[in-house]
């Protein structure tokens, strides 16, 4: 066999994935399991993960996590240093330009506690304490107590949880996803409260720059194509928890 005979052979043996074309997903390291499983600045693991290797595959795309703080995700997304973010929605976000995809998750806004605090009555009743929040998150129906509600952020979720339970603050914003799998995994998972205040139902979006490498409508296609077969429905199961709180 000829030299060149033998390097083609050669080349066709090199895994498809070294010539796939990127999906560069800019994901922030302010959220946790079961979103994330973030160690030593990758993503290993959680929800966007298989949700972004399901996109990237029906894309014909190979997906790389870029890790960023919540602060620089929005800008990673305008300078072209990544194709889409996801997990996100519109008024979370200050550029206007961004086109938007169709609703990738849904999920519940709430307020959490340790067991010992009652249930407050409303978003009222918080008015005027210490709150903890995510530094870089926006809260858009709660801004109407601020500044009542004093904001005590933290870097991620998971020092937020902590933080409450040190008892730096009796109440956290957060949400149904990441509480429900806390209540269920966290070493500590007895002291916190079973029940929580509900705050809003929302859906979740990817955004992509208008003019980047992925088009709206093949984004939205290959979404639609993973809705239709259970795959972000499966993903979602695989870290619901299961039995009573």
């Known amino acids: 066999m000829s030299f060149s005979l033998r390097l083609l052979f050669a080349i066709t043996l090199i895994p498809k994935t070294i010539y796939a074309a990127e999906l560069v997903m800019a994901i922030s390291n ?13 993503l290993k693991g959680g929800i966007l993960k298989e949700f972004g290797d399901a996109l990237g595959e029906q894309l014909h795309l190979q997906p790389r996590y870029l890790i960023l703080p919540r602060t620089r995700v929005e800008g990673a997304l305008l300078r ?36 010992e605090r009652p249930l407050p009555a409303s978003l009222d009743a918080i008015a005027g304490l210490r709150v903890g929040t995510v530094r870089g998150y926006r809260y858009p ?3 109407r107590l601020q500044p009542a509600i004093a904001r005590d952020n933290a870097a991620n979720d998971s020092q937020n949880l902590e933080k409450l339970l040190l008892g730096r603050f009796d109440f956290i914003f957060t949400n149904r996803i990441y509480f429900d799998w806390q209540r269920k995994v966290h070493p500590e998972r ?16 990817c ?3 208008a003019h980047g490498k992925l ?13 239709a077969r259970g795959t972000i429905q499966s993903i979602l199961a695989r870290y619901r928890p299961h039995g009573p709180s």
Request: proline fraction near 5%; charge should be negative; include cysteine.
């Open 207 to 209: 955004a992509i720059p």
């Open 190 to 205: 007895e002291r916190l409260a079973p029940y929580d205040l509900k705050i809003t139902d929302f859906d979740t979006y």
């Open 215 to 227: 088009a709206i409508k093949d984004l939205n296609q290959a979404i639609a194509t993973l809705k």
């Open 80 to 115: 072209g240093h990544a194709d889409l973010l996801c997990d996100l929605r519109p008024e979370w976000l200050d550029n206007q330009t961004f086109l938007w995809s169709d609703a990738i998750i849904s999920n519940r806004m709430i307020v959490a506690m340790r067991r």
């Open 30 to 42: 302010g959220s946790g399991m079961p979103m994330t499983d973030i160690r030593a600045e990758e």
């Open 141 to 143: 129906e709660v801004e």
